[in-house]
């Protein structure tokens, strides 16, 4: 890596990063209304999650991003359990409710952490090369294809060459069963994105070009019913 991560805030808003069902405005209020309960999406993320951490190396990593920080679940299981002790963490959401309740959570770790309020934008206030791992679990489902793209490219940008880029997302079923529940989803999607909190299911391998980066690991994963991509890709 070239440098630590700046932690200075952004001197300019950036563009809307883009939805897939709901305005940047929605968004916010929605996670905002629903804060804490985000926890209880357990029932078929932790499955996916665990896949994640199996595979992304983060007792290798000294420097962590991730995209959609939620209520720190996921970062509290990684600086207590699988970063190296001097290892940090930066975490951005749109949720101002959500970034109160990581900051509650992670409080512990002190200055190894580093929160954002996210502004919509597709860039982030990180320098090139500046961390080893990037991860985003459960957000790309929400944006549109042009603005998933973005992401990925951030994530290139900000990831040090052989640094690990960490996805999950609901995905399309491949079995009769989870193919009737990616059906069902996508209906309530179409109907009104906000019942779903306006994720639908995605295919990931398609947004990450071969020439920029090299698939180390991927498996879709069920939990009670509900398909999950997760992805491991390295940059090359």
């Not at 595979?55 to 699988?82: I, P, R």
Request: proline share 6%; with cysteine.
């Amino acid at each position: 890596m070239t440098g630590p991560i700046d932690r200075r805030p952004p001197a300019l808003h950036a563009p809307e990063t883009g939805f897939a069902g709901l305005t940047t405005a929605q968004a916010e209020a929605f996670y905002d209304r629903h804060g804490a309960r985000q926890d209880h999406q357990g029932y078929y993320a932790t499955v996916a999650l665990t896949e994640l951490i199996l595979h992304a190396a983060f007792e290798q990593a000294q420097a962590v991003v991730e995209v959609g920080c939620g209520t720190g679940q996921f970062a509290e299981q990684l600086l207590a359990n699988h970063l190296p002790p001097a290892a940090t963490y930066w975490g951005g959401d749109l949720s101002a409710i959500m970034l109160r309740l990581t900051r509650q959570r992670l409080a512990r770790f002190g200055t190894r952490v580093t929160t954002w309020k996210a502004t919509g934008g597709a860039m982030l206030p990180l320098g090139e090369a500046s961390a080893d791992r990037f991860v985003s679990n459960y957000v790309l489902d929400l944006l549109a294809p042009e603005a998933i793209g973005r992401v990925v490219a951030e994530a290139h940008r900000i990831l040090a060459p052989g640094g690990r880029l960490g996805l999950v997302s609901l995905t399309p079923g491949e079995q009769p069963l989870t193919k009737l529940v990616t059906a069902l989803w996508k209906l309530r999607f179409a109907l009104r994105p906000a019942l779903v909190g306006g994720c639908r299911p995605v295919e990931l391998r398609p947004y990450l070009a071969p020439a920029a980066w090299k698939i180390s690991h991927r498996r879709v994963v069920v939990g009670r019913g509900i398909s999950s991509e997760v992805v491991v890709a390295v940059k090359r």
